[in-house]
């Protein structure tokens, strides 16, 4: 599947468009490659871009003292951003880094502003994917407060088995909230 039909199924899922609306979206498009440890969006920076992964991974972390704090990974065919800067116009709290080498596409805040100013369903992209976005951070938080580091682990496991080995022990151990020491015994525990 080429990275236009890899986005287009997962808008399409989201909401149909007439072939003239998703021209217009397409058009907007732009296809860019990261590598390992890059920054889509550095902590400091004003978030300019929608990320729609393709291929590898990020994660989305903040810093606190010395000390890197992941707040979730982002996986093939799921959309990136530092979005409360990416709303707001201002220097994002949060940092958003390629974990392997990524392959994406990314549609620029002007380029969406008029989108939403074209059509009822390019109002329509924003808001869901907003949604989507915001669901997924919910469901973040949810599992924090309700979930054992073990049961989150479990969750992370299911949802994408074939990154869990790109993750970093310190990454993936910081996403948990627990010590790389404590996830050693979960990882023996559980057999992965």
């Not at 149909?16 to 490659?33: C, D």
């Not at 000390?67 to 979730?72: G, P, R, S, V």
């Not at 682990?153 to 151990?173: C, D, E, G, R």
Request: glycine share 4%; proline share 3%; hydrophobic share 40%.
């Amino acid at each position: 599947m080429t990275p236009t039909d890899q986005i287009k199924n997962a808008l399409f899922k989201l909401v149909r468009l007439t072939a003239a609306e998703w021209q217009v979206f397409a058009q907007n498009l732009e296809e860019v490659n990261f590598r390992k440890n890059d920054f889509l969006c550095p902590i400091g920076q004003v978030e300019q871009y929608i990320y729609f992964i393709h291929t590898g991974l990020a994660r989305v972390y903040f810093q606190k003292e010395s000390e890197e704090l992941t707040l979730n990974f982002h996986f093939e065919n799921e959309f990136v951003t530092s979005f409360s800067s990416f709303l707001t116009q201002t220097p994002s709290r949060v940092a958003v880094q390629a974990l392997d080498k990524v392959h994406a596409s990314r549609i620029h805040y002007r380029a969406i502003n008029a989108l939403y100013n074209q059509s009822h369903n390019g109002e329509r992209i924003g808001r869901l994917i907003a949604e989507s976005l915001y669901l997924a951070k919910t469901n973040r938080e949810i599992d924090l407060l309700s979930l054992s580091a073990e049961e989150q682990y479990q969750n992370l496991l299911q949802k994408n088995p074939k990154f869990i080995s790109h993750l970093s022990v310190k990454h993936l151990a910081s996403y948990l909230g627990i010590q790389p020491e404590s996830l050693s015994r979960i990882r023996n525990k559980i057999g992965r």
